[in-house]
């Protein structure tokens, strides 16, 4: 059985959760969750008991419970729901900080219009009729 542990002390490493949860059944691993970046404790991490009764006989009793100084929160962990993830930018010509690019390039055309669709950055939009009118000439005529 997964369990969560939230709230834990900055100290808190997996020995000690171990030692906490050992009082209640057989704790098959531990860990606590570290910021990649600083190396700190995130103050919340993981148990893994054998038995499910002991896992639940553990939160039961734990829950709630002073420990190292912080009232903990211990439930049953809930499995991370699966997401799309996106890897650097994406292929829809938008998007905050820049935008992505379009597979097919950087240019849109629309029912005679051009438009450079690039996240940020100057946006040109204009016509094909206004391109022939500065030529000197009108299509229409």
């Not at 020995?15 to 057989?26: A, P, V």
């Not at 939160?59 to 991370?80: A, Q, T, Y």
Request: hydrophobic share 25%; glycine share 16%; with cysteine.
């Amino acid at each position: 059985m997964d369990i969560f542990v939230a709230k834990l002390n900055s100290e808190t490493n997996a020995d000690h959760l171990t030692e906490l949860f050992g009082q209640y059944g057989t704790v098959s691993s531990a860990k606590v969750i570290m910021d990649r970046d600083t190396g700190m404790s995130k103050c919340f991490g993981f148990v893994e008991m054998e038995d499910e009764g002991e896992g639940n006989s553990a939160i039961e009793n734990l829950n709630e419970s002073n420990f190292m100084g912080n009232d903990i929160v211990v439930k049953k962990s809930e499995p991370r729901p699966q997401e799309k993830r996106s890897f650097g930018r994406s292929f829809n010509g938008g998007g905050g900080g820049g935008g992505g690019r379009r597979p097919e390039g950087n240019r849109r055309f629309d029912n005679n219009r051009y438009r450079d669709s690039g996240g940020g950055g100057d946006r040109r939009s204009f016509n094909r009729g206004d391109r022939d009118r500065d030529r000197g000439y009108n299509r229409y005529e």
